[in-house]
């Protein structure tokens, strides 16, 4: 790894130069920056899986204010047993494609209810066997 370009990305003295850079060496940029991350996560990784757990419960918490906190077919409201259900049916090629967050993304930018809604775990495999 070149301390230079470390620097160059880290510091940003220059904006300029710094934009100019990170565009000119896209791949080497991202390539540091995962190698900066890998190095910041093996120091403390126990802080870096609470991050994670608290970004996801925020996100899914989001995501129940935005679709309801209670399965739309029976009413069940304990959010451990609520997802989301895709009402087209293509969740298998959306989370493909843009992974689970990105489909939980997806859903809070875009809120669609007329691709989306909240049901509980028996509605959501009730729901999935039939035609």
Partial sequence: MDRKDERLLSQ?????NTRRWYWANHDRAKELKRAAMRRHRA??????RA????A????????LMLYGQSCVLC??????????DHIKRDGMSERAALGERGVYR????????????????????????QP
């Fill in 12 to 16: 940003g003295a220059n904006a300029r």
């Fill in 43 to 48: 120091k403390d990784p126990e802080v870096h």
């Fill in 51 to 54: 991050r994670g757990r608290k």
């Fill in 56 to 63: 996801r419960e925020r996100q899914r918490d989001a995501l």
């Fill in 75 to 84: 009413g069940f409201s304990d959010r451990r047993a609520l997802t989301l």
């Fill in 106 to 129: 997806k859903a809070i930018l875009e809120f669609r209810p007329d691709l989306y809604r909240t049901l509980c775990m028996n509605c959501q495999f009730v729901t999935r066997s």
